[in-house]
């Protein structure tokens, strides 16, 4: 299989999904440490985010068979409405655990989530689309990227009670992984935001992509600084 030009929206599609790897890794060793259901929400949004990165990235490196693509982009909006409900999950645990029960909060969310996925795949199938500079690029039905702006506002609001996190934290690497999951939280949110309301759902600006790029790395250094600087539980 033949290896096709690499564009910069597929390298931080790559990067984003490796870094969401490492997290899922980091998540799973620390879950059978301490069981803290935050955490395995965190593994949950690590997988969802990594199949919406990958399905929108790797496929583009070995292929330009639009019917490929397609169901490429249907995989990963899968990942990436699964990892919208996790985030849902995550904002009432932190902020609304005792206060009313989640279906309150999942059943509208998960209503919307598949009333967009599915205006989206039928969209897809029913339009004419373009492979540029590794990305497909189509019309986008404006009823969809309205409500798909609502879903990038649960990104915003968990990113600031995932950031809540890092305050109650007593270590510095536990502030810095907080700061920067709800750092990657946020940019997912700014930059779906930016991307319907302004780009009409065409998510190839260089600003977004590089955006990516940028707090990924941040995000990959400060969990790899953590694992390398872990002090023993029994030193010698």
Known sequence: MTLLHIYPINAAY????????AL?????SSYRKVPAPITKYFILSGIGGAVFFYANSIPYLFTENLNALRLATNIGDIGYYGLVL???????????????????LFLPTLALSLVVYCLYVINIWNT???????????????????LDALLSIVFVVASFYIYSLSRASRSLMGKLRSFGLATIVLSGGVSGLYNTLVLRGQNNSPTVYGVYIVVFSFFFGTVLLGRRHRTPTNPT
């Open 128 to 146: 004419t689309v373009v492979l540029e500079n590794g990305a497909l690029t189509y019309s986008w039905p404006t009823l969809a990227l309205r």
């Open 14 to 21: 790559i990067l984003g999904g490796t870094v969401l790897v």
């Open 24 to 28: 899922v890794i980091w998540g799973v």
């Open 86 to 104: 996790v985030l849902a999950r995550i904002i009432w645990y932190i902020g609304f655990y005792k206060r009313f029960n989640f279906l309150w």
